[in-house]
T-cell receptor
Framework: EAGVVQSPRYKIIEKKQPVAFWCNPI?????LYWYLQNLGQGPELLIR????????DSQLPKDRFSAERLKGVDSTLKIQPAELGDSAVYLC??????????FGPGTRLTVL | QQQVKQSPQSLIVQKGGISIINCAYE??????FPWYQQFPGKGPALLIA?????SEKKEGRFTISFNKSAKQFSLHIMDSQPGDSATYFC???????????FGAGTRLTVKP
């Protein structure tokens, strides 16, 4: 069974530029999560989808971050414009059953 | 808001020794307590999890001890091996909404 796929794995951009991350969850997993992981910290939830619906986006900075999950499968997370403080690892996870979440390898973003 | 507090921040153990990582939570509505293992450049991977109806769960060399009254749980790694060197995260969530809260992580180094 293929795991959660994320791309790109690494991204370096100048501040104020836009950036997008892509996630393909495990087949059949209805719930998809985007997390932010700062260096030396645990993951922090940005947004959670149940199928196509964003059911928890309370921690998503909506002035510059947006996300979508068209057709309830793949998802993209976008930052526009990026700021220096956005440098972090962006993790995608998916789950089929309650609680058990499977994580992708993450995208390491560096904003210069 | 940090709802799960993890300690120690880092831990060095000799090969064959016991590694112990502790976590405390605040929200009594949490009903699922997993531990995740993360290697550099990888996403967190579920290691072992427990629900509050049991006080201990063992899988191979890994054991979770759970104290509901104290709102604490811990991970014990028996016969620690250099391959166990990684960052470990405790987490807690509520089954009804999958809202997972992570601890800050413990960086474990097992010396040969």
């Amino acid at each position: 069974e293929a795991g959660v796929v994320q791309s790109p794995r690494y991204k370096i951009i100048e501040k104020k530029q836009p950036v997008a991350f892509w996630c393909n969850p495990i087949s059949g997993h209805n719930t998809l999560y985007w997390y932010l992981q700062n260096l030396g910290q645990g993951p922090e939830l940005l947004i959670r989808y149940e199928n196509e619906e964003a059911v928890d986006d309370s921690q998503l900075p909506k002035d510059r971050f947006s996300a979508e999950r068209l057709k309830g499968v793949d998802s993209t997370l976008k930052i526009q414009p990026a700021e220096l403080g956005d440098s972090a690892v962006y993790l995608c996870a998916s789950s089929a059953t309650q609680n058990e979440q499977f994580f992708g390898p993450g995208t390491r973003l560096t904003v210069l | 808001q940090q709802q799960v507090k993890q300690s120690p921040q880092s831990l060095i153990v000799q090969k064959g020794g016991i590694s112990i990582i502790n976590c405390a939570y605040e929200n009594t509505a949490f009903d699922y307590f997993p531990w995740y293992q993360q290697f550099p450049g990888k996403g967190p991977a579920l290691l072992i999890a427990i629900r509050p109806d049991v006080s201990e769960k063992k899988e191979g060399r890994f054991t979770i001890s759970f104290n509901k009254s104290a709102k604490q749980f811990s991970l014990h790694i028996m016969d620690s091996q250099p391959g166990d060197s990684a960052t470990y995260f405790c987490a807690a969530s509520m089954e009804y909404n999958n809202d997972m809260r992570f601890g800050a992580g413990t960086r474990l180094t097992v010396k040969p």
